[in-house]
Each structure stands twice: as structure tokens, then as C-alpha cells.
């Protein structure tokens, strides 16, 4: 890592949020990445996610607890989705799934991400993934539209070569575009 990535990530607390679909072992050389650039990373995982990815990958990453649950055991008596998105100075949503989009724009509360995603107050990063043909339906657009106008930042999806053998629009951006990003909301 370069000085400059350093000096912008050092002693952050950044969230990464990470959704079921296959680009989650994305995510996993995201969350290195960003640790080593000198952030405190906590991980939250979706149910799904742990589909994909186990959460000891992260855990091992971050040598911190990974967060799936409102209700698991917590370090914030107020509620974890509480604590978690006041400590942050960003949050990063990678993979991003339809599914997430559509939480999100629709102001949901039904799961860990979402919720603190609710309570958040610095900048918000999503990188989405999906099929070419969810991307393109006019829902997850207009989602994403919505989203954009609440203030949440984006990052891809890039064309090429996906899970499902299409080639097109969908693909998670690769970590180091994300970490880019990222450093320049944080600036």
C-alpha cells in the first residue's frame, strides 16, 4: 500500500457489508485490503452472504467478531446497528444485490445492514452485483436512482464475464477500484 492510501485510511473505522451472490469472495480481498491500508474493519454479513462466504474469513481478516444478527450478543447495549454506524466513517456495501438496492430504497429495516444502513450518517458506498438481466430491469434502476438521491455513492458494476456465463453488466467492481473510491469519500 502506498503512503497516500495510509495516511487516508489509517485509524478509520470503515463497515463492510456483504451480500449474498458470488462476488462475496470479493469482498474478502476488499476487507484485507482495507486493513491493510490502516482501517479498523467490523464486517456485516447478510444471512445469504454466509451462503457464499464464511464468516471466519473475515473474522481471521479483521481479527474482529463478524456481525449477521440485531439480536446476537453485543459490544452496544443500544443496539449493535447503533454502535456499529456511529463508530464508522464510512460504509461500504460490497457485493451490493438487488435485493440490498431494493431494501435500501424502500427504507427497510428487516436486517442487520439494513437497519444500520438506516442509522448511518457518514458516507454510504455501495458496489453492486447481479445478473445482467436484474441490472437492467427498470426496478433495480430506478432503486438505484433512489438511492443515488438519498446521497448513497456508487461504484460499478463493471461489463464482463459473470457466474452465470453471460458477459455484460453486472460484475462487482474489483477491490481496488472500491478502495479508490473510498479513499476519495473519505477525503
Known amino acids: 500500500m502506498d503512503s497516500q492510501n495510509q495516511s487516508t485510511f489509517s485509524g478509520k473505522e470503515v463497515?463492510?457489508?456483504v451480500c449474498?451472490?458470488?462476488a462475496a469472495y470479493k469482498a474478502a480481498e476488499l476487507c484485507s485490503r482495507l486493513v491493510q491500508s490502516g482501517a479498523r474493519v467490523?464486517?456485516?454479513m447478510t444471512e445469504s452472504a454466509r451462503q457464499f462466504i464464511g464468516a471466519v474469513t473475515f473474522e481471521a481478516l479483521t481479527n474482529r467478531p463478524v456481525?449477521?444478527?440485531p439480536f446476537q450478543a453485543a459490544e452496544n447495549y443500544q443496539g449493535e446497528h447503533i454502535g456499529l454506524a456511529r463508530r464508522a466513517s464510512l460504509m461500504i456495501i460490497a457485493p451490493a444485490t438487488a435485493q440490498t438496492l431494493a431494501r435500501l430504497a424502500h427504507g427497510m429495516a428487516d436486517d442487520l445492514l439494513s437497519t444500520t444502513a438506516l442509522v448511518?450518517?457518514?458516507p454510504i458506498l455501495l458496489a453492486p452485483a447481479m445478473n445482467c438481466d436484474m441490472w437492467n430491469k427498470p426496478a433495480v434502476q430506478r432503486n438505484l436512482q433512489q438511492l443515488q438521491d438519498?446521497?448513497?455513492h456508487r461504484v460499478g458494476p463493471n461489463e464482463g464475464w459473470l457466474s452465470c456465463g453471460q458477459l455484460g453488466p453486472g460484475r462487482m467492481a474489483e477491490p481496488r477500484e472500491i478502495l479508490a473510491v473510498a479513499e476519495a469519500l473519505l477525503k
Do not use: E, P
Open 15 to 17: 463497515l463492510l457489508g
Open 20 to 22: 449474498g451472490g458470488v
Open 42 to 44: 467490523s464486517v456485516i
Open 67 to 69: 456481525y449477521s444478527h
Open 120 to 122: 448511518m450518517t457518514g
Open 150 to 152: 438519498d446521497g448513497f
